[in-house]
């Protein structure tokens, strides 16, 4: 079945520029979760959406940082006036949101800052 | 604060040969573990998992072992390919909850099988 999916795949982009990455979760996942990765590193939590409870943002580096989830199932995340700190890999996963189901991730967007 | 702590960034092992990979958590609260394997260029993939009233749970050439008492988790992979080579995460659930959902990712081993 489809997993989750992410776009774009890659994104290049100039400092000060605002770029939109995308997150397709599985079907019927009602929880979805925003990491980054750095090169080498662990996964850094962004933010969590789970129903139609209020997201926790907890995890987002700064106000240059949001994200949207619509009607329940794809999320954008937005990054404004991008710096050359945040090229990273961005990760989304989504899962059943029970207290024992795991997450399932998409192959993330490898943002690049230049 | 508490977290999840890999006890080997890199591990070697012979093509055929099994591997354990070890991960130690100290909070005690957690009671959900997750096993993650994350190819070059991929997204986590996930392994296998198991609650914390179970000490052992078996997939498909994998096996986790959950140590409560000294608060270990371990991965076991048996007659390791070139396909296993990759990194490993394991991830923790707080029963509380909390930022993250509770969920709390350790850095990652990297498994590399020599032929």
């Known amino acids: 079945g489809a997993g989750v999916s992410q776009s774009p795949s890659n994104k290049v982009t100039e400092k000060g520029k605002d770029v939109e990455l995308r997150c397709d979760p599985i079907?019927?996942?009602?929880?979805l979760y925003w990491y980054r990765q750095s090169l080498g590193q662990g996964l850094e939590f962004l933010i969590y959406?789970?129903?139609?409870?209020?997201?926790?943002k907890s995890g987002l580096p700064s106000d240059r940082f949001s994200a949207e989830r619509t009607g329940g199932s794809v999320s954008t995340l937005t990054i404004q006036r991008t710096q050359q700190e945040d090229s990273a890999v961005y990760l989304c996963?989504?899962?059943?949101?029970?207290?024992?189901?795991?997450?399932?991730f998409g192959n993330g967007t490898r943002l690049t800052v230049t | 604060g508490e977290s999840v702590g890999l006890h080997l960034p890199t591990l070697s092992v012979q093509e055929g040969d099994n591997s354990i990979i070890n991960c130690a958590y100290s909070?005690?609260?957690?009671?959900?573990f997750i096993w993650y394997k994350q190819e070059s260029g991929k997204g986590p993939q996930f392994i296998i998992d198991?609650?914390?009233?179970?000490d052992k749970r078996q997939g498909q050439r994998v096996t986790v072992l959950l140590n409560k008492t000294v608060k270990h988790l371990s991965l076991q992979i048996a007659a390791t390919q070139p396909g296993d080579s990759a990194v490993y995460f394991c991830?923790?659930?707080?029963?509380?909850?909390?930022?993250?959902?509770?969920?709390?990712f350790g850095k990652g081993t990297h498994l590399i099988i020599q032929p």
């Open positions: 198991i609650r914390s009233n179970m």
């Open positions: 959406f789970q129903g139609n409870s209020a997201p926790d």
């Open positions: 996963a989504s899962s059943l949101a029970l207290g024992y189901s795991p997450l399932h």
């Open positions: 909070n005690s609260a957690s009671d959900y």
């Open positions: 079907s019927g996942h009602t929880a």
């Open positions: 991830a923790e659930k707080n029963r509380s909850g909390g930022g993250a959902d509770g969920l709390t």
